[in-house]
């Protein structure tokens, strides 16, 4: 059972579009700031479901990179600007999404996603959000969130193309190797 979560006057404020709807409400709005988040890179896909999720309340959110902030990265990963070039992407989203929403518990981790590390940090999440660019880290994503059970939020761009999926992760839902079983063979597509 989820415990009790209550919204203070500035949250009520905030969040009065929400609450406002009839289906979502402060039922809604209470439950979405008991939910927890990973989003694994903080590039082109990570930085707007992270900054999405910061405005739109969520209770908690951690990013995982490793990266730091690349001049060529900010026209597309708008989590970062130009003041933040040559920062960790970590420090970067710190302070981006503190600024959006100080009502959200961040977590950061300035490392790699790996074998090492990855069940550790996703079990004190209820949804990952994969913003991974690179088919190891794709599936690493797939296991955990399969293992776990919890939900896998896919995302993947190319060029002018993308396409986003959930896999539930139930015991009756199927996930990223059902549809891909087998990862390509290095350089048959890129990165």
Avoid: W
């Amino acid at each position: 059972m989820l415990e009790e979560t209550h919204l203070s006057d500035s949250e009520l404020k905030r969040y009065a579009r929400h609450i406002s709807l009839p289906s979502f409400g402060i039922d809604g709005q209470e439950k979405l700031k008991r939910s927890s988040v990973l989003c694994v890179g903080a590039g082109g896909l990570g930085s707007p479901c992270s900054m999405y999720l910061a405005a739109a309340g969520a209770g908690k959110i951690g990013i995982i990179d490793m990266d730091t902030v690349d001049e060529s990265n900010i026209q597309r990963q708008i989590l970062h600007g130009s003041k933040d070039i040559g920062k960790k992407k970590i420090d970067s989203a710190e302070e981006t999404i503190s600024s959006i929403n100080p009502n959200v518990e961040l977590d950061v981790y300035d490392q790699e996603f790996n074998e090492t590390n990855a069940m550790k940090i996703a079990k004190n999440y209820d949804v990952i959000i994969d913003g991974t660019d690179n088919f190891p880290s794709r599936y690493l994503v797939n296991d955990v969130s399969v293992l776990l059970g919890i939900p896998n939020v896919y995302g993947s761009i190319f060029r002018f193309e993308g396409q986003v999926t959930v896999f539930s992760n139930s015991d009756s839902g199927p996930c990223y190797r059902c549809l891909f079983p087998d990862p390509p063979a290095k350089g048959a597509v890129p990165d």
